[in-house]
T-cell receptor, first 110, second 111 residues
């Protein structure tokens, strides 16, 4: 299983764009990259998923370079409510085999 | 539609006892995964069931077991509880693996 490495914590201010990078050097051909958000005492919530290049939805964008050894979650114009832990996962979605790493604790300040 | 429902929400058990947690997935979802979350170890994968078969298993001792019923509802059981089993147990269901929907979790306290 591909291991992921993310920064432990990040600080930002309201209205800024936040980019969280995840390294996954051993990503396999069948693996997808998925990001989840978790608030305290709640289950994680799906943010975005991609295989290569760029994926965008109403919440975030996911940038994946050609070698797929890393990915960047981009959150545009964050607000205080975006303060949470963000997890990068790499795994074979057909097997629903997704393993969480330590995550990145994002703190958005006013 | 209704989300993933986990029962009970809170549970207090004594060391040595056993416990059964329940998870009702979103209607139509056939994959159910279980996770343990603790401050020290983070979110750890326990096992995943699909159509009543365990497809994947994490690195947990045999005291942790699970099953899935024909209606996709799932239960996990922990026998001979230890203090270290105190955690938030999360269940997630998925339709096709692309997006997992998590329940609110069951907070288990072992005393």
């Amino acid at each position: 299983l591909a291991k992921t490495t993310q920064p432990i914590s990040m600080d930002s201010y309201e209205g800024q764009e936040v980019n969280i990078t995840c390294s996954h050097n051993n990503i396999a051909t069948n693996d997808y990259i998925t990001w989840y958000q978790q608030f305290p005492s709640q289950g994680p919530r799906f943010i975005i998923q991609g295989y290569k290049t760029k994926v965008t939805n109403e919440v975030a964008s996911l940038f994946i370079p050609a070698d797929r050894k890393s990915s960047t979650l981009s959150l545009p114009r964050v607000s205080l409510s975006d303060t949470a832990v963000y997890y990068c996962l790499v795994g074979d979605i057909l097997l629903n085999d997704m393993r969480f790493g330590a995550g990145t604790r994002l703190t958005v300040k006013p | 539609k209704a989300g993933v429902t986990q029962t009970p929400r809170y549970l207090i058990k004594t060391r040595g006892q056993q416990v059964t947690l329940s998870c009702s997935p979103i209607s139509g979802h056939r994959s159910v995964s279980w996770y343990q979350q603790t401050p020290g170890q983070g979110l750890q994968f326990l096992f995943e069931y699909f159509s009543e078969t365990q497809r994947n298993k994490g690195n947990f001792p045999g005291r942790f077991s699970g099953r899935q019923f024909s209606n996709s509802r799932s239960e996990m059981n922990v026998s001979t509880l230890e203090l270290g089993d105190s955690a938030l147990y999360l269940c997630a269901s998925s339709l096709n693996g692309a997006e997992a929907f998590f329940g609110q979790g069951t907070r288990l306290t072992v005393v």
